[in-house]
């Protein structure tokens, strides 16, 4: 059972958008911590996607988006493609925990 | 640049003690602010974070495998080692060593280390 909570899967054709929410607490998402989104796509590594709620690292593309509010964060993804394929992480820092937490994660599939 | 490798066992049996290696470049583990974690995702499951250490040798560990874990570093050698004692099949994973982040995420990250636990 993750701390942070996330639908297990959402999908969308291509071009179309779709959004991933992850729910956490006031010991986390709700404090003063950042959420951070992960790709991972089949038998790789995880990346960071965004950081600090709404910064994407050079190179990652601006159809993918950040945003957080009270005890929840979303992914918004625009302009879907096939090689946005892939799982879907959150990641924040939990108080209660002393500790970093993930969400359950998402998988993204593009009909 | 900033690379992470992990190294060690692909199968220990139940009840022993796991031990792996993150070999790094690109930073230095004496520098203010800097952390090393390590992250595991059993097949087909979430991530789930394990243990980090800081450059003042801080270390956090997860609070549900805290008994079983131990992290120390080598900075002469840019190496992270994680030790996980009475190893169990649940502890079948991919383990993955990681760069911390200013904002606390994790933005390196090695190409991980499948462990499998089995008789």
């Known amino acids: 059972q993750s701390v942070l909570t996330q639908p297990p899967s959402v999908s969308g054709a291509p071009g179309q958008g779709v959004t991933i929410s992850c729910t956490g607490s006031?010991?986390?998402?709700?404090?003063?911590?950042?959420v951070h989104w992960y790709q991972q796509l089949p038998g790789t590594a995880p990346k960071v996607l965004i950081y600090g709620n709404n910064y994407r690292p050079s190179g990652v593309p601006d159809r993918f988006s950040g945003s957080k509010s009270g005890t929840s964060a979303s992914l918004a993804i625009t302009g879907l493609q096939a090689e946005d394929e892939a799982d879907y992480y959150c990641q924040s820092y939990d108080s209660s925990l002393s500790g970093w937490v993930f969400g359950g994660g998402t998988k993204l599939t593009v009909l | 640049q900033i690379t992470l490798k992990e190294s060690g066992p692909t199968l220990v049996k139940p009840t022993q003690t796991l031990t792996l290696t993150c070999t790094f470049s690109g930073f230095s583990l004496n520098t203010n602010g800097v952390a090393v974690g390590w992250i595991r995702q059993p097949p087909g499951k979430a991530l789930e974070w394990l243990a980090l250490?800081?450059?003042?040798?801080?270390?956090r560990f997860s609070p549900s495998l805290k008994a079983r874990l131990t992290i120390t570093k080598d900075t002469s050698r840019n190496q992270v080692v994680l030790t996980m004692t009475n190893m169990d099949p649940v502890d079948t994973a991919t383990y993955y060593c990681?760069?911390?982040?200013?904002?606390?995420?994790?933005?390196?990250w090695g190409q991980g280390t499948l462990v499998t636990v089995s008789s």
């Open positions: 250490i800081y450059w003042d040798d801080d270390q």
């Open positions: 990681v760069h911390r982040g200013r904002f606390q995420e994790f933005d390196y």
């Open positions: 006031s010991s986390n998402i709700g404090a003063v911590y950042d």
